[in-house]
């Protein structure tokens, strides 16, 4: 829950806010997500492998998610707890909240360098400058919160397959865990909107806080599970975990191994696809929300709130159905559900309120059978290596899993700079272009149709441990969509 309180709000509102807030011109944030996706290339599996050939008395996860966690929050708070003088542009002076900081800024400073000779010449060089200041605060802050988040949740997700063992265990614990997941989801999408006023900047710092307390509250809460299992094991776990522990140089033989295991490059490709296409509505909903619907940023939380609570309430659709037909029939259904049902807002404009929350009651549908069955299929496929190899990888695998998600959100932020920049959006406009509302319609339309006709194709012809495990099971051939 924690873990996506924290992404969530981030993946949702991070380049929205630098751009539309504190107005960093949008030609930074390809060169932002360049250095992010370069960063993210090193840093999953890197931290991955160190979690698991560490060897403490705390055990080998616990230690980096204990001692990880409030550095986490410190980097969350400083991305949105901007310094005063980096709000100073041009274009955002005007909506800068009216407190005696504030105004000395606004009224003493930027009146005296903006329209005063002779400093007015000096006025591009100022704001060049604090876009720069702008562009190196969130590009430090971004990478400092991404090593964070990475140590401490890689650790914690490669707990999964060693804690729960059997196919229903991990279809039940997984509901469980993405109710949670999604719990954390309602509190980063649907309460900072009551609180959050366009074009002030202000107006963030209050949600952040509640959102960091929150977070903070489940991480107390999450202490006692998440503890390492005692050093009491079988001989088979004994002598995994030896070999594990004495391997020496092998990070290199332990990647090439795993990239040419066919099922997981399958995974990773289709739920990187699906990432791609779940991050882009989440980020696009407020620009449809902003300039098509012109409603105001509490209708967000109707938005996100319809389909977060419908996704919580059919959790446990999705189990019987994956216990039964397995993870992969699972995501094949919710990813044709989930395209096809944003395709009426396709015609989306002002007065759509009401179709919008129908629509977004079916992807809300679509939303939790997605969320379900990654644990369960990267489980299986660790299970499967470990059969292989004798060896337990499991932070080696969810590192390169960390990495495909990660790496979704910078392919998404591409896609989002791009078109936008293509349609010619302008964010301190008071109204946009038809061309640009339709960049908009693309990405919230377009985008996510394309990425899971992909995902589907992949995850139909390439990956087959799920219906192996099926055939097993039933003792039977099965047709190899499922």
Known sequence: MSGAILINFLNVNIYNFYTDEVMLDIIFIPIVITIYAIWNALNDPFFGTISDRTNTKLGRRFPYIFFGFVPLLAAFIALWFLPQPLTLTYQSVSVVTKNNLSLFWRDIVYDVWMHYSPFKMFAPFLNKAIQLSLFVYMLSFLLIFDTLYTIVFVSWSSLFPEKFKTDKQRNHAAAVRQTLNMLGSVVALVIPPLLIEYGNVDSYRTPIMILVGVALVGFLFSLYGIRDYKRKRDEENVEIEETVSNEKGSFRKSLSTILKNKNFVAFMVTFSLSQI?????????RYVNKWILLEDAQFETYFNGIAFGVGLLTFIIWVKISIKKGPKFVYIISGIIFSTALFPLIFAKQGWQWIVLIVMFFVGFAISGLLLVPDVLISEIIDK?????????????????????????????YLISIILKATK???????????????????????PAFCFI??????????????KRLEEKHGKKLSKFF
């Open 277 to 285: 296409a779940f991050l882009t509505l989440m980020a696009i909903v």
């Open 425 to 447: 959006y302008d964010p301190s406009a008071e109204t946009q272009t038809k061309l640009a509302k339709t960049g908009i319609k693309v990405l919230l339309v377009g985008v």
């Open 385 to 413: 290596d470990r059969k292989d190899t004798g060896k337990r990888r499991e932070g080696v695998f969810y590192g390169f899993y960390g990495f495909a998600i990660r790496i979704s959100l910078v392919f998404q932020s």
């Open 454 to 467: 992909g995902g589907i194709l992949v995850m139909i012809f390439f990956y087959d441990l799920s219906r």
